[in-house]
């Protein structure tokens, strides 16, 4: 499996951006997808994630009402709309993916895959 991320950036604070996570290769049909982040200095937080389904998603108090999760399975993408970004979201995400399917969880090591990661930096 391999996980692509892309529309990382630069954005003054306020702005929005949307990334996107390409998934190929043998994901199952029932796959839970994240976005975790990390800043420098810090250790990689959770930031959402989306069941097969989409109908069970999960955020990370910090992005709730501001981040939205969202999947096209057909395309086997993920992508995280963030608006209202503020100095603090800056970080390099990551796309995660969790071949059980079971859980929309916020534990890394329950995903089994990740992809490289792309760069969002917010000024002030």
């Known amino acids: 499996v391999q996980l692509v991320e892309s529309g990382g950036g630069l954005v003054q604070a306020g702005g929005s951006l949307r990334l996107s996570c390409a998934a190929s290769?043998?994901?199952?049909?029932?796959?839970?997808m994240g976005w975790f982040r990390q800043a420098p200095g810090k250790e990689r937080e959770f930031v959402a994630a989306i069941a097969s389904w989409f109908v069970n998603t999960n955020y990370a108090d910090s992005v709730k009402g501001r981040f939205t999760i969202s999947r096209d399975n057909g395309k086997s993408t993920v992508y995280l709309q963030m608006n209202s970004l503020r100095p603090e979201d800056t970080a390099l995400y990551y796309c995660?993916?969790?071949?059980?399917?079971?859980?929309?969880?916020?534990?890394?090591?329950?995903?089994?895959?990740w992809g490289q990661g792309t760069q969002v930096t917010v000024s002030s």
């Open positions: 290769g043998r994901t199952g049909r029932s796959y839970t």
């Open positions: 995660a993916l969790d071949t059980s399917g079971r859980y929309v969880s916020r534990v890394q090591s329950t995903y089994d895959y």
